[in-house]
């Protein structure tokens, strides 16, 4: 089954710390995140290929701990 979002009780428990659902939900948008952090590399012949930003992509992975930890759900 192929998930557009991930679902409300996955959000909440990370909201109230699960270790186990903040990396649920990370390795949820693991695919997005290593997409957006795509870059060109140049080797030394000048040859060209795309490759991850492992510090750019830390930094997301980062901004979005953050946000899990920070998020309110209101009733």
């Known amino acids: ?5 991930p679902s409300f009780y996955l ?3 990370a909201v109230d710390g699960n270790i186990n ?3 649920k939900l990370l390795q949820f948008y693991e695919p997005y995140i290593s997409k957006c952090c ?3 590399f140049y080797d030394e012949y ?3 290929c795309v ?6 992509k830390g930094r997301i992975r980062e901004a979005l ?3 899990i ?3 309110e759900i209101e009733e």
């Open 1 to 5: 089954m192929n998930k557009t979002h």
């Open 11 to 13: 959000i909440s428990s």
């Open 21 to 23: 659902s903040i990396e």
């Open 38 to 40: 795509l870059r060109p």
């Open 46 to 48: 000048g040859n060209v």
């Open 51 to 56: 490759v991850v930003d492992m510090e750019l």
């Open 65 to 67: 701990l953050k946000m």
């Open 69 to 71: 930890c920070e998020f």
